[in-house]
Structure formats: C-alpha cells, structure tokens
C-alpha cells in the first residue's frame, strides 16, 4: 500500500488525479453530464498512458463526477447527478434562507468524510476479500457474474422484464466476432468488418454520450436563476457534533454501494431516511435542515468505496461507470479480480491509494473554487454538446484510427437513445456487453471441467448461494406484492 | 394520442425488433458447427439468449396489451420536448463522420462547421454565437489535431 501512495506521489500521477478530478467536479456539476460519459470519453486517452496514471486520471473523475453534483443541487436545486438528487431536499431551501456557503460547506466536508470512511472499508476488506475470492472456480465466477447481472436489471429503475431484456440485448451484441475459444468467426454473417466484433469503447460512448446529447439536444434547457456563494464557506468547531451522522451515512453508502445495481442515489435517499427517523426533529427535513446535507452527501460519496470492492476484488461491476472501469483495466490488459492483487498489485492498490488522495484533492479543489465551478455551470450547454460530439468522434476513432468505429457508436447511439425511449434501463444493457465474454468464458471452462455435467453446480456451496440469490432477486418483488396484498385485506376485513 | 398508446406501441416495436434479433442470433448460430473440444460449444449462448430475448418480448407484448385494454396511462412522457432539434443534430453528426470518412474533408474545417452548426442548432441562433461557436470550433479542431498528430501519432481526416 505504501508503494501505491509513493506511486501516487509522482508528479504525473499527481498531475492526472487533480486532472481527474477537477474534470470530474465541474462535469458532475453540470445537470446531464454525468462521471460514466466523462469516463467513457477520456478512455482513448488512456490507452498511450501508463496503468498507474490510467487509473489515476478515471478515479479522480468518478470521485470527482459524484461529489461535484452537490454544487448545482445546493444553488440550483438541479442535481449535476442522480447521486446528489437527496441533496436538493435540504441544501436548496438553505441557500434559499442564505445559507448557501454553509450548505455548500456542510455538503462537501461530509463528501470527504464518506469517502474518507468508505476508503477505510476498501482498503481493509479488499486483500481479504481478493485472498477468499482465490477460492472460487468457473462455476463461482460463473454464478456471481450471472448474480450481477440479474441484480442489476432488477434493481434497476423501471419495468423489472424490461431490465433483464436489456442485460440480454447487451450480452447478444458481445457475441459477434472472433469466438477465442475455437477461432472461428461467429455472427459476423459473412462481413469482415465484425471479425473484431462491437469494439467496448465505440458502443459506450455510443450508448451513453451520443444518446444523452441527442435526448438533452431535444430537451428545452431549463435556466435556473443561480445565487452565487459570496463570502468564505463557514465551518465551525461545533460540526464536530455531526460525527455520529456522518459514520451513519457512510456506512449505509458504503454496504449499499457494495450491492451491485443499487447506486449511489439509493444510498443518499437511505441514509436521509434513516437520518430522518433517527431524529428528533423529524418535521425539519426538508426545510433546510443542516443533518439532511450531511446524510445525503456523506452515503453518496461513501458508495464509491463500497462499489470499488466487489470491482477490484471479483472484477464484478457495481454500476455503468465500474462497468467502464472495467473495460479500462482490460484495455489495458489487466483483469479484475482476485488475482489483480497478485499480478498487478500495482494497480489494485493504486486504486486504493488514488481513491484517498482524489477525496482530498477534491476537498481542496471544492473549497477553493466552488465560486468558479458555479460560474462554468451557467456557460450555455449548447457550445458544450457540440464540443462533446466532436470528443465522442475523435475519442471512438482514436481507438483503431478507423472510422468503423465511429459509424459503430453513431448506430449504438441510436439503439441507445431508442432503448430509453421505451423505459429500457442502459445500465443493464452495457453491464451485459462488458460482462458476456467472462460468463461465457466461465461457464464454458466450468462445463468442460466437469465434463458437460450441470449437476455438478450442486456440490459448490458459493454458487449454489450466488444463483439462490440471483433467483430471490428475481421472484422478491412478486413476494412482496402478493405479501403486501394480502396484508391489506387482512387490514381491511378487521372490523374498526 | 393517449400516453398509454403511445407506450403500447413503442413496447410492441420493441418487441418486434427483439424478436428480430433473436431470429438473427438463431440464424448465425445454425451457421456455427457442433462442439468439438468441449460441451458447451460456440452456437449455445446466442441461442440462450436468442431464446430468453424471445421470452421477454412476448412477456412485453402481453402487458402492453394488457395495459392498453385497462387503459392505464405510465408515466408521461417529457413535455416541451422538440424531436426536431434532436434528429438535426444527428442528421449534422452523421454529414460530419461521411465527410471525413467518405469525403476525405480536412478534420479542422470540418469540425470547425460541425460545431458552429450543430451549436446553432442547438443554442439560440444570432451573429455573436455564430462567432463564438466558430471560433470554438477552429480551436478545439486544431487543439485536438495537434494532440492527435504530435503526442498520439494519430491522423485523422
């Protein structure tokens, strides 16, 4: 670990995650711009970059994307991201009642302190977890990715089918090109342009960046007036009493944002929830109460330490922006997982290392220049979106100097645009394409290891477990429906 | 026309292209020979998933129906919304990719227009912005060529 952090210390490296972070901080401000299109659009520029500096520059923009939302949610009452929707509840009504410096302040000391406790969570558990996942075989991976998968449509937001149709669509588009196992071509139905298959790069700009421009490019842009902070953002000894508030929310962010599918946004709402019951005062949430900042800040930040967990120790993707993690690091020719601890521990703890150092980073940069940051929020969106379509061509061209790629993400952005349009959740559907080759690949090696017998799924206790609770995820919400119903009746049948 | 129709629709074309899909993973896959070298062989996942994609398009058909005869509205659709802008702007997209690609056109005027006409397109149209987003266009275009060409070896255009 100490390794890691002297890496760190290296100016490039340094340079990338304040970088990173900054880029992270103002797009997490701006509404629609989100840390997952960010990412997948600075990805090509990895590629010539060393790892270290890589993972750097992505962990410094996701940290940076969550915690930058609170900015336009606290003035605007806009959340940059979905993340810091929660935010809204209480920081706008106190800029509004002119506090905004303290809500800004409140908003991002708690932003530190979940991260900072969720770091805690990464770097404790992580070995461990990385050491026990060594055990696992093809069925366990098998299993646990499937497990992934369903939990993510599922939970996903929206029709429960229309999720795992999305994360089955996602997987069938994975399948064209070279099959690695035999060395055939597989569906490229006769093109040699398909032998290479979708490239990861071109389909999620596609999906994310060029669908989300075309949709906000429709959209009339709504222009909140702005109150921008005047004075010094106040901070005083006796914020020290928000501890316990603080270790709460983080805790909940973190264990949430180890569940994949969930998200940071959940995280937020539970945290506040939780806060609200816990309090004496429960009438004042919503009205500008300081602890509704804290919760909902603190959870939302602390969730990244938590998704980071299962990404670095199973190569299991909590979220789109893991998901693009994930191609990050096989680009890279690194694979997540257990094994990233012994082959590259360079990487996995670097990961770590960054993302401390971009929480601190991020205070610093918050606290200096959030005037600033308010200020580029309100420059008009629509010389942006241009700027970011001619990124998304160059980003998806850079990739092989070929313009097959950027026909190929102009037609996902298509399919991603038509995809929201009928309410199918995308995160699923990328999810599915990042993952398809490795529980292909898993369940192919687990099949030929016992010798095409399925039974032998029943002697693994872990992926027993892992497809148990795939199958729970699955028939949970029509328990609980058919539960719910039948205890209103039950409620209703008692006489009054 | 009614949200609750135009849901339904837009769930039966859905459906109907993943039906197609499926056909299409069907078909590739009765192309792919048996398995030799292991059980599972190169045709079984799109045939899996060709198979559940089938499942979850009939299971959409049906509620779509469904919800059509109970007349039940989902949620609405975004208002003030003006498609037109939006296919614009992929309509400039695509012309930008084909001169470059097909046209062989220079990457820096060809981004320089891009970006003043997708901005127009997009912001309000007037002879300051059109400055502006020209000039933002020539910057950025000769921004990103040189980083392309010096630092990536990298030649678009």
Redesign the interface.
Known sequence: MLDAFLALAEWQNLLFLAVGTGLGIVVGAIPGLTASMLIALTLPLTFHMDPVSAVTLLIGEYVGGISGGLITAILLRMPGTPASIVTTFDGYPMAQNGFAERALALGIMASVVGGIISWGFLAGMSPALARFALQFGPWEYFTLVLMALVMLAVLSQGSMVKGLMAAALGMAFALPGIDSSIGQARLTFGSSAMLSGFGLLPVLIGAFAISQILRDAATPQESGRMDMPKSKLPIYRSDLGYAPKLLRGSVIGTWIGLLPGIGANIAALVSYSTEKQLSKEPEKFGTGHEPGVVAAESANNASIGGALIPLITMGIPGSVTEAILIGALTIHNLQPGPLLFQNAPEIAYGIIAAYLVANVLMLMLMWGAVRYIARIVQLPRSGLMAVILVFCVTGSYAVNSSFSDVWVMIGFGLVGLGLEYCRVPLGPFVIGFVLSPIAEEQLRASLMMSDGNLAEILTRPYALLFLALALITVIWPYIAARLGARARAKQAEEPS | MRDATR?TI??V??AAL?AA?AA??FI??AE??PP?????G?AA??RI??T??IF??V??VI?ALLRLRAGQA??AA?S???????????VA??L??AA??FGRMPFVPA?TV??TA???????RSWV?LA??AA??LV??LA?STI?ER??Y???G
């Open positions: 849901q837009a769930d074309i859905l993943v899909g299409l993973l590739g896959a792919l020979p030799r070298f292991e059980p599972l190169s996942l799109p998933l060709g559940l994609l979850f398009a299971i959409l509620r989902s949620a975004p003030g919304a003006d498609p037109r802008r939006g296919a614009l702007v992929f997209l695509v930008y990719v470059l690609d981004t891009f970006v997708t901005g127009l397109v997009i912001g309000a912005n502006v987003f933002v266009g950025l275009s990103i392309l630092f990536l990298i030649s678009i």
